[in-house]
Nanobody, 123 residues
């Protein structure tokens, strides 16, 4: 079992930056990848970015490419978010993908979700 705790959310103006952190503990070696997802009010939870635990390959949603960077330091997976837009406002969650099989982009492939952190971008 992997335990995940997110931090770093907050209120920022459009064009600003935030760095989210997801601290992983427990059986981290059993995870194939860690991903960031977000859920805005009234919308479905959607994929943002993912990183393979071993090797560090990264994957991004089109909405995140060029603005967000996912990277790992020790047992923490960070999401650096630049040039933020009001439409980035959401609760951001990290989750662990335990298996090699299945898509990195699909939330059903992930388990061990964190509690979420709110990101609000004002216009």
């Amino acid at each position: 079992q992997v335990q995940l705790v997110e931090s770093g959310g907050g209120l920022v103006q459009a064009g600003g930056s935030l760095r989210l952190a997801c601290a992983a503990s427990g059986r981290t070696f059993s995870s194939y990848a860690l991903g960031w997802f977000r859920q805005a009010p009234g919308k479905e939870r959607e994929f943002v970015a993912a990183i393979k635990w071993s090797g560090g390959s990264t994957y991004y949603a089109d909405s995140a490419k060029g603005r967000f960077t996912i990277y790992k330091t020790d047992n923490t997976v960070n999401l650096q978010m630049n040039s933020l837009k009001p439409e980035d406002t959401a609760v951001y969650y990290c989750a662990a993908k335990p298996r090699v099989s299945g898509s990195l982009y699909h939330l059903k492939e992930y388990d061990n979700w964190g509690q979420g952190t709110q990101v609000t971008v004002s216009s």
